[in-house]
Antibody, heavy 121, light 107 residues
């Protein structure tokens, strides 16, 4: 069974940093592209970042470019999101999502349960 | 950046109704379009991709169509479990974007 389990969320002050992790199991992680997608409370979905299976292709949404860094460890079956210079606009549930096909960012066939990041003083 | 506009933003319907949700892109996306269903407190679920291909395990009452900039999601006969929020997503080129969502409510 495919499973994606996010961790690392929590309460952080504006300007602070946080590192999210996503542990993958039930599939060959190194064969798949991965994404981070977030959802602010009561709002819609926002794609955040993409990394391809071989780690050579990386993309970010303009809203996080220069502040967030996506990475993966295929040996550890894990995806990461390093988030720096956080602001209250980054408050959201963060999902990791597996995507298939050659196109950047989708479609995403498996999602984790999400981890909440709350930025507040 | 490609913008996706979904309509309607919300919709009230009854069990057994046929409903259609549209998604218009600000430029052509070559059928690189997916549809997701999301229920409160849950992660999104992939319904269709490549505009019209049904994801494995998704009931056949869900269908998708369209080309160029205009796409539709149709539910042929609403079931109680279909009341949720639906999102379209393009993946034709980064940055990837989602539509603003359509909330489907019980009439």
């Amino acid at each position: 069974e495919v499973q994606l389990v996010e961790s690392g969320g929590g309460l952080v002050q504006p300007g602070g940093s946080l590192r999210l992790s996503c542990a993958a199991s039930g599939f060959t992680f190194s064969d798949y592209n991965m994404n981070w997608v977030r959802q602010a409370p009561g709002k819609g979905l926002e794609w955040v970042s993409f990394i391809n299976s071989g780690r050579r292709i990386i993309h970010y949404a303009d809203s996080v470019k220069g502040r967030f860094t996506i990475s993966r460890d295929n040996a550890q079956n894990s995806l990461y999101l390093q988030m720096n210079s956080l602001s209250d606009e980054d408050t959201a549930v963060y999902y990791c999502a597996r995507s298939f096909g050659i196109a950047v960012g989708g479609p995403a066939d498996y999602w984790g349960q999400g981890t909440l990041v709350a930025v507040s003083s | 950046d490609i913008q996706l506009t979904q309509s309607p933003s919300s919709l009230s319907a009854s069990v057994g109704d046929r409903v259609t949700i549209t998604c218009q892109a600000s430029q052509g996306i070559y059928n690189f379009l997916a549809w997701y269903q999301q229920k409160p407190g849950k992660a999104p679920k992939l319904l269709l991709y490549s505009a019209s291909k049904l994801e494995s395990g998704v009931p056949s009452r869900f269908s998708g169509s369209g080309s160029g900039t205009d796409y539709t999601l149709t539910i042929s006969s609403l079931q109680p479990e279909d009341f949720a929020t639906y999102y379209c997503q393009h993946y034709s080129s980064p940055p990837i974007t989602f539509g603003q969502g359509t909330r489907l409510e019980i009439k």
